[in-house]
């Protein structure tokens, strides 16, 4: 979005995310609309889907102005941060981090259960037995209380959730990927109507929820969603704004975290597991991690881990930068 007014700092996050085509259109929108432009991210988390280089190249760039956050405020086990520093530096000892924090577990023994509430399973593709949509339907499936059918989905109460772009129309308070977790449902023939409990303080309301209770811990909300007939158009009062959520992909992840994280690996998939969707998959979980996969899988992930190497596109990309200026000369 555009943005119309002046700041004095602006905050870009997770900028190892963000394209460079995407990144300026950023900065020429703000170029003359802020004093301070602070961008933070980690580069040894995901990529963007679409060519991103920039953030790589502002490490080298602005060498002099660029600060390291090291303290770990995720989680307090010292084994994870352990693990973690490992992997992150592609220590020889990643696998005996891995073993000390008891995460390495055969796929055979994955038994598509949850054993806490604020658990994610995370996938690196959609399909197959070990996809994002078919351990969804089993998780649900073993989810006993009564299904509600709406526009096709299938949705019910202690359902985990994750609220997406659509939930714009709530409010500035809520955002792609906040996590939710659906608490009653009721239906008539004209609307089902959603009860979400949200781990956030909500301060604002608008005509699109009502706020239902709310403590210290979170906010619980009631919102409607229109049923479509045939005769109508889709638009947004129709659109559920929220996906089910037992498991996600490792890309939807990115920037979320849960006490407890499973990761599945199948053996078909293990060529796509670059160093920095590895990383960012076991930094996700605040106390607990699984990694599903095979004994093969697991050596093969390990060694092949490489962190990438931009120097040789970083001193291209600065002697055209000088040569520029030479001709501009």
């Known amino acids: 979005n555009n943005i119309s007014k002046k700041f004095d700092i602006v905050f870009i996050d997770e900028c190892s995310t963000i394209s460079n085509k995407d990144i300026f259109s950023v900065l020429d929108d703000i170029k003359l609309k802020c004093e301070i432009l602070i961008c933070v991210g980690d580069i040894y988390q995901i990529e963007s889907i679409r060519f991103g280089n920039w953030f790589l190249f502002a490490q080298k760039f602005f060498s002099d102005i660029q600060l390291e956050l090291k303290h770990i405020y995720r989680t307090k086990s010292e084994k994870l941060q352990l693990l973690w520093e490992r992997v992150r530096t592609l220590d020889e000892s990643m696998l005996e981090a891995i073993e000390k924090n008891n995460s390495s577990e055969n796929i055979q023994n994955f038994n598509f259960s949850r054993s806490v509430n604020d658990e994610i399973i995370l996938c690196l593709n959609y399909g197959g037995i070990y996809g994002v949509n078919n351990i969804n339907k089993f998780l649900q499936e073993n989810n006993p209380h009564k299904s509600f059918y709406f526009n096709g989905l299938s949705y019910k109460v202690d359902d985990p959730i994750l609220f997406n772009e659509n939930s714009s129309s709530f409010g500035e308070e809520f955002h792609n990927n906040l996590k939710g977790i659906i608490t009653n449902i009721e239906e008539d023939e004209k ?20 706020i239902v209770a709310k403590d210290d811990k979170g906010t619980e909300i009631k919102f409607s969603v229109a049923r479509l007939n045939s005769d109508e158009e889709d638009d947004n009062s129709n659109i559920v704004p929220f996906q089910v959520a037992y498991a996600i992909s490792i890309h939807k992840a990115q920037g979320l975290e849960y006490d407890k994280v499973s990761i599945v690996v199948a053996d078909e998939i293990e060529e796509q597991v670059t160093h920095n969707i590895f990383y960012t998959a076991i930094t996700r979980a605040k106390k607990e991690l699984k990694i599903y996969w095979s004994a093969e899988t697991e050596n093969k992930i390990l060694k092949s881990l490489k962190i990438k190497d931009i120097n040789k596109d970083f001193h291209l990309f600065k002697n055209n930068i000088q040569n520029i200026k030479t001709l501009k000369n």
């Open 191 to 210: 609307t089902i109507n959603f009860t979400i409990k949200i781990n956030k303080i909500i301060q604002n309301i608008n005509n699109n929820f009502k």
